[in-house]
């Protein structure tokens, strides 16, 4: 039988091992992701020469009014402040809404991927460019701390739009399906993705 401070030693030896172990694991783990990273972003980007000019020269500013209806007062979560007033649409103005929408949709239909691209390019950079602003207005409407909403908010629709930019065409390529043995020398199956359009 081992000596009890022996023991101890080989105890704290052990978990020394296991702590250094882990933070092997865990450094390999970060080089990687690093590594990773670097080679797609430096032979795999997603950003490619837009096709047109972009949307509205970079400029997301709406050119129509806002809700002219019932006023709602805007208050923060956190503190109860007063952020200020807002309007509610008229029945009118939610039709003229739609009908904005709809033909939107229709021209963004016809619209190759390259030009959607461009523009969720246009979109990335302007969020970007706007990260400060965006959290702190997600913090006064909310309550988030700017943590959150940096997290929440901004690196999130970051990632979505450059997965969406990097993966997007690919996801609306038509899929084959597979037909019956028999039917496979005169049928053939795809499926093929289409704008809907508004819903709603």
């Known amino acids: 039988v081992a000596p009890r401070g022996r023991r101890n030693i080989d105890i704290l030896s052990a978990t020394m091992l296991d702590n250094l172990s882990y933070g092997s694991i865990a450094l390999a783990l970060v080089l990687g992701y690093l590594g990773y990273y670097v080679v797609t972003s430096v032979f795999f980007s997603a950003r490619r020469k837009p096709s047109r000019p972009p949307f509205n020269g970079g400029d997301f500013k709406r050119t129509y009014k806002r809700g002219t209806g019932k006023p709602i007062p805007c208050t ?60 702190q207005m997600s913090t006064k409407e909310t309550g988030k701390t700017l943590a959150e909403a940096a997290l929440g908010e901004v690196m999130t629709t970051l990632e979505k739009l450059r997965w969406l930019v990097q993966h997007g065409e690919d996801c609306l390529a038509p899929e084959s399906r597979g037909v019956p043995l028999l039917l496979r020398f005169t049928k053939s199956a795809r499926v093929e993705w289409y704008p809907l359009g508004v819903i709603g």
């Open 76 to 135: 923060s979560p956190a503190t109860g402040e007063t952020l200020g007033t807002c309007h509610a649409y008229t029945p009118g103005e939610v039709k003229a809404a739609y009908t904005r929408a709809a033909k939107a949709a229709e021209d963004w239909s016809k619209t190759s991927f390259d030009e959607r691209r461009a523009l969720m390019m246009d979109m990335l950079d302007w969020v970007l460019d706007h990260q400060e602003e965006i959290a």
